[in-house]
């Protein structure tokens, strides 16, 4: 019988391991969702910090994740998306493609702060930008590429063939087809594809450490030459290099909750999204 | 007309093809342009000179010393080597000298207008004194000659960087590029994350893909796949504020923040990506083979472990690379929790300093361009490497 | 001996057995026949408690082998299932050995003596018809093998633990005529030490092969009896409907 000893004992290894695990899990995010939420009212979220970040808000960055992300997707959404199109539909295994292929899989491996370097020396330094909203949002555009390009290879290798054979049966073009026909059916996943995205460079530190992001502003950036303040970078500052740490603790507890909930409200949109492809594939 | 028309459908069609192409291209140079710059600014470390830029040192020609290393540099001038017996030289005190040590010495007034006098000045202060080394800018450095010689020259080499133990980069006169603590508490912190993470992952995948039932399936999946999105400075922050305290109170240490902890943390990131993926692979198992193994009377964990764990066996492998390489390039977290001492750990309860910490803390006062800033470049290539690595073996083991 | 005494069982809501009441003898082989989607399959799983492993499921009645109810709290299911074996409808060999496809139940119930898994692999592969196909290259993956053959790897494989009973859900129905009439030879023979149970929707296998044949429709066992009576002159007009293939 030890036979089923050992199963018993493995079993329930594996639920005391999983219980712990996702209490611990749970518990990190109530941890900061109940301190954060004591933090959080509507001068937090719309005023700048004052007296050395121990009071007023947080709207600086906000503002400036909020900058980053429009940024960032505005570089690299058009060539990941296009650069994906190229690949799947006129693809054919050409040198460009297998290069591309190659790099875009190695990149979505490398580490942040590696982005963060490269974008130093390129956006900050040798092109002139400065530490400024425009290397920081290429920096991160770099970063997101590869997700975007993935997401995207996906979403359109998802679409039946089908559909293509039949839209180029009826005379249409490839571009038309591709504009009628593929895009519209693969649009829901690329839309997927581009939250968890968002989500990503919203909460990236390692890259905009040294390319954009300042300890503090007096007001917003207006131009996209300027530094800005933003999120992730907020609170790491908030967490390490106060003065009066007890002090800036609430702060950095309304920080990371804000943080949080850009996590969550992706994720809530890619499940709506999801549900609803569900309902509208069954209703078919 | 109607040839008119379909004429320019088809310059549309090829000129989109064209910027379609384009954009592939593009992406594909870009990524390229990622990999030959860091490279090039890494390698640019090796040829570097191992003291400051515009510097050299000078000694007295009846010195019979010829080279030091930066290290033996290092240590003369923070008194660490007081005699040249331990050098080659005779048994004589070392006396080190900067340029500041002039200034000491003689008044405003002799200096001259423009600093022109100092050079003869410091031509005295060595030609008396042979146990001399003098580190000086190389403008207002003393005629090298019969009295007075300059110490050659040399490149960091391969050997310094990799197998160097002191990171000191700015140390003077001759910073220390020794990467072989950040490698070390690289692997250290990683391998703790690992450690913990791993069996804790494969337990949980295991539990959801074989012995939750449905409903707690469906509820802790999306749970877990959404902290697999939490910015890492959130894990980072609960790492300071609540786990290393804890730490430091039950190991009795003097600080919270230790390899330890950044290995807790790391762990704590990973597993949510360990476990989603682990858990698909072990999902992907057909049903078929697990009821025919069952149906001749084995267990259910003699099932998982003679039938599952075989058939997911490269899922599995490629979810613990996949982690592995999340927690060795992690950088805020770990900057964050594990106190970035710069010395070759023992013990997981002392602070350490990792590679993507180390970037990250440096490269704002690194002046760009100068060998501090080339060497975190450096350290930016080994990280992609291994990154790179990791990337390469998950696939070809997911794809067998 | 096997019996179901006022079986209903339920997917969830839907019930997909009701009130089965059923003997079956020893050394017998039973062909179990209806059209799809009637039970069969669901009937047959009862034996080894192969439904407990689908979520949401409820069985009424009991469910006799050897004297016991198999659905008793002291019965432990991983023992019943040595003593019920089971054959499925598409080969399901492992990704391993022939050798170790059919040592795995010896394995698995603690026989690590060498050779007398070698000999019992032996004696399982003349059982199943297969040992002087396979002999040569008992240490080839059993992927190599045709799909006729792997069936028969799969029947060695549960005739490898000696088991009492021997369950086979459609077990033919994946594969060519020639493979077919072998299984068929191999359920002949097999008769002698074991009692089969067999799910067909092939009329004349079922004709074949077994001495008795149950009819099943819409959940319900509608006849049970002699295969021959059955086949030439069966009691209900819904066997006879069926038999002739005017439905199903
Ligand atoms: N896992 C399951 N979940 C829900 N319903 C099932 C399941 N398996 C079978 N059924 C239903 O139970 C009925 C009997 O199925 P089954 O025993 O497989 O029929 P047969 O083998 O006679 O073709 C069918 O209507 C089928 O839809
Ligand atoms: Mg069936």
């Known amino acids: ?284 | ?400 | 001996m096997i019996e179901a005494k006022n079986v209903n069982f339920y997917y969830g809501d839907f019930q997909a057995l009701r009130n089965i009441n059923m003997e079956i003898g020893q050394q017998t082989v039973t062909a179990l026949i209806g059209p799809s989607g009637c039970g069969k399959s669901t009937f047959l799983r009862l034996f080894n408690r192969m439904n407990d492993l689908i979520e949401n499921t409820r069985l009424e009645g009991e469910c006799v082998v050897n004297d016991q109810n198999i659905y008793n709290r002291s019965v432990d299911v991983d023992e019943l299932r040595k003593e019920v074996g089971m054959v499925f409808q598409k080969p399901n060999p492992f990704p391993k050995s022939i050798f170790e496809n059919v040592a795995y139940g010896l394995r698995v119930n603690g026989n690590n003596n060498k050779k007398s898994v070698t000999q019992r692999v032996e004696e399982s592969l003349i059982s199943a018809a297969l040992w002087d196909e396979v002999k040569d290259k008992l240490h080839k993956s059993a992927f190599e093998l045709s799909g006729g053959q792997q069936q028969r790897l799969c029947i060695a494989r549960a005739l490898a633990v000696s088991p009492m009973v021997l369950l086979m859900d459609e077990p033919a129905s994946a594969l060519d005529p020639v493979s077919t009439s072998k299984i068929e030879e191999l359920i002949h023979r097999l008769k002698t030490d074991y009692t089969i149970v067999i799910v067909t929707h092939n009329m004349q296998q079922a004709a074949r092969v077994s001495d008795k044949t149950a009819f099943f429709m819409l959940g319900e066992l509608v006849e049970y009896s002699d295969t021959k009576k059955m086949f030439l002159n069966p009691d209900k007009e819904a066997t006879q409907n069926y038999i002739t293939g005017r439905f199903g």
Not at chain 1, 99 to 123: D, K
Not at chain 2, 154 to 179: H, R
Not at chain 2, 208 to 230: D, F, H, M
């Open chain 1, 1 to 284: 019988m030890d036979r089923k000893i050992k199963q018993r004992i493995a079993f329930t290894t594996f639920r005391i391991f999983s219980v712990s695990v996702v209490l611990m899990l749970v518990s990190i995010l109530g941890f900061i969702v109940f301190n954060g939420a004591k933090a959080i009212n509507w001068t937090f979220l719309t005023a700048s910090p004052t007296e050395g970040m121990t009071a007023g808000g947080i709207f600086p960055a906000i503002v400036g994740t909020f900058y980053l992300v429009v940024g960032s997707m505005l570089f690299a959404l058009p060539l990941g998306i296009t650069a994906a199109i190229y690949t799947v539909e006129y693809g054919g295994e050409t040198r460009i493609i297998r290069i591309m292929r190659i790099m875009t899989n190695n990149l979505a491996g490398v580490p942040s702060v590696v982005f963060g370097l490269f974008g130093m020396t390129l956006f900050v330094n040798k092109m002139g930008f400065g530490s400024s909203l425009l290397a920081g949002s290429l920096t991160l555009a770099l970063l997101a590429l590869p997700l975007i390009i993935r997401t995207t290879e996906e979403a359109l290798k998802a679409v039946p063939d089908s559909y293509r054979t039949g839209s180029l049966a009826l005379g249409a073009t490839k571009l038309t087809t591709i504009r009628r026909v593929v895009l519209p059916a693969a649009f829901p996943n690329i839309l997927t594809g581009i939250i968890l995205s968002v989500g990503r460079v919203s909460g990236e530190t390692a890259p905009i450490l040294f390319t954009v992001a300042a300890y503090f502003l007096p007001h917003l950036p207006d131009s996209i030459f300027d530094q800005a303040m933003a999120l992730p970078y907020h609170l790491y500052v908030l967490a390490t290099s106060g003065t009066d740490m007890e002090a800036t603790r609430p702060m950095a507890y309304g920080t990371a909750l804000v943080l949080i909930f850009i996590v969550l409200l992706m994720n809530a949109l890619v499940s709506l999204l999801r549900n609803s492809l569900k309902n509208k594939n069954s209703n078919e």
């Open chain 2, 1 to 400: 007309m109607m040839k008119r028309k379909g004429k320019y459908k088809k310059v549309m069609e090829r000129g989109t093809e064209r910027l379609l192409s384009a954009s592939g291209a593009v992406t594909g140079i870009v990524i390229l342009f990622i990999v030959i710059f860091l490279f090039r600014e890494g390698i640019g470390l090796f040829r570097s000179p191992d003291v400051e830029k515009g510097y050299a040192l000078y000694l007295n020609t009846k010195n019979p010393v010829e080279q030091l290393t930066p290290y033996e540099i290092k240590q003369i001038f923070d008194s660490e080597i007081t005699s040249w017996d331990q050098l080659g030289g005779p048994n004589k005190a070392i006396r080190p000298y900067r340029v500041d040590d002039i200034f000491k010495e003689y008044p405003e007034e002799e200096w001259g207008d423009h600093y022109e006098l100092l050079s003869g000045k410091l031509e005295e202060v060595i030609k008396s004194d042979p146990n001399i080394i003098a580190f000086l800018p190389q403008r207002y450095a003393p005629p090298v000659g019969a009295d007075i010689k300059e110490l050659p020259a040399k490149n960091i080499t391969i050997a310094g960087f990799f197998g160097g133990k002191e990171w000191l980069p700015t140390a003077t006169p001759s910073p220390l590029f020794g990467a072989l603590p950040l490698i070390s508490g690289t692997l250290l912190v990683s391998f703790l994350a690992i450690l913990i993470a791993v069996p804790l992952s494969l337990g949980v995948a295991i539990f959801l893909s074989e012995l939750a039932t449905k409903k707690t399936r469906q509820v802790l999946k999306p749970v877990i796949e959404l902290l697999a999105g939490i910015p890492s400075v959130v894990y980072g922050f609960f790492g300071l504020v609540v786990l290393s305290p804890a730490i430091q109170k039950i190991f009795h240490l003097p600080v919270g923040e230790t390899a330890l902890t950044g290995g807790m943390i790391l762990a704590i990131m990973a597993m949510p990506t360990i476990i989603s993926v682990a858990e698909d692979a072990l999902d992907n198992t057909p049903r078929a083979l697990k009821e025919a193994s069952l149906a001749l009377g084995a267990t259910k964990w003699q099932t998982i472990c003679k039938v599952v764990f075989p058939y997911a066996s490269s899922g599995i492998v490629a979810a613990m690379v996949l982690g592995i390489g999340r927690a060795i390039g992690e950088t805020m977290a770990v900057l964050m929790v594990t106190g970035n001492a710069a010395v070759m750990p023992v013990t997981p309860f002392e602070s350490v300093r990792t590679i993507p910490a180390t970037i990250a803390a440096e490269l704002g006062e690194a002046p760009a361009g100068g060998a501090h800033y080339q060497a975190l470049f450096l350290l930016g290539c080994i990280l992609f490497l291994i990154t790179t690595m990791t990337t390469v073996i998950a696939e070809f083991v997911s794809k067998k």
